[in-house]
């Protein structure tokens, strides 16, 4: 009975030395994070199409819906007909003026003959002097209605470019329509569904690159001279039955100012007040959850 109660005293004993060196087996511990992104609607509307679910994978620039955009297509089409109408209405500076210069061609032409009656004395000087001023005149009326017609011209294109201008917002309004997902990565959280009414800012989903993930954990001002950027070290997680999946990480990220030891968290000196924060990136095969626990030794 003796040498029964021995033994398990034995085994209880060994049973305490290997939990606490189990605890004992890491440098530091954490929770795994990534860069999480909310994508927002860019108009307002209602949402027609909606192709997405938690956990689905979306690829940078994919196109997972659109909200409703038949208003801005109608302002569109009526933009577009102003702007026809208005450069249909622009004069013809060469037509308009067509008239006029072929009356000073044939002014010019008169002169010189006259010139020639003149020089001959079969004319005289007066006549040279009327189809002179004649010539003066019309070029002046040239120039005038020259000047008028490229004024309203000019008018008329800014208009027409005002007009473009806003034709462009009504463009990039409707694009915005179009709900495209802008980086690569697993939806985590879905906020709206189909047939919903959404404005610019309202939440759709986040999403998140879970490819590589990083582990935030934390260490004692002892052990901050034992680890360096870019070092490698082994991340271990929790595989269940008292075993532990071990991968490689390297620490791209080392805290320059130390803070209190979050409640959550264990350190390798439990008697630690102030810790630094390091961030270990680790190739993610689709083990690691965010907020799952880690732990990790250099």
């Given at each position: 009975m003796r040498y029964f109660t021995q033994t398990i005293a034995m085994l209880f004993l060994t049973g305490l030395i290997s939990c606490d060196r189990n605890k004992k087996s890491f440098d530091a511990s954490g929770s795994?994070?990534?860069?999480?992104?909310?994508i927002s609607a860019e108009?307002?509307?209602i949402i027609k199409e909606f192709k997405l679910s938690e956990g689905q994978e979306l690829d940078e620039g994919q196109v997972i819906g659109y909200i409703d955009s038949t208003q801005l297509h109608l302002q569109k089409q009526q933009l577009t007909q102003q702007i026809d109408a208005l450069l249909s209405r622009k004069p013809n500076v060469s037509v308009q003026l067509a008239a006029l210069e072929n009356q000073l061609k044939t002014a010019k032409s008169?002169?010189?003959?006259m010139e020639k009656l003149v020089a001959s004395d079969a004319g005289t000087t007066k006549q040279l002097d009327d189809i002179n001023a004649q010539i003066e005149t019309l070029q002046r009326q040239i120039n005038a209605q020259r000047s008028t017609l490229s004024s309203t011209v000019n008018g008329m294109n800014l208009d027409a470019n005002s007009l473009s201008y806003q034709l462009d917002q009504i463009n990039e309004k409707?694009?915005?329509?179009e709900i495209t997902n802008p980086v690569k990565g697993t939806v985590l959280a879905k906020y709206a569904e189909p047939f919903e009414m959404t404005q610019p800012g309202k939440a759709l989903y986040k999403i998140a690159d879970l490819s590589e993930i990083?582990?935030?954990?934390?260490?004692?001002?002892?052990?901050l001279p034992n680890v360096k950027l870019n070092q490698t070290v082994n991340v271990l997680t929790d595989a269940g039955?008292?075993?532990m999946n071990s991968i490689s990480g390297i620490i791209y990220w080392i805290s320059e100012k130390a803070e209190f030891t979050p409640k959550t968290i264990q350190t390798k000196s439990e008697r630690a007040n102030l810790v630094y924060a390091i961030k270990v990136k680790v190739v993610n095969n689709g083990e690691f959850k965010i907020g799952m626990y880690g732990e990790l030794t250099f």
């Open positions: 795994f994070e990534a860069v999480e992104t909310i108009a307002q509307g008169e002169k010189v003959r409707i694009s915005k329509c990083t582990l935030r954990a934390y260490i004692s001002g002892d052990q039955d008292g075993e």
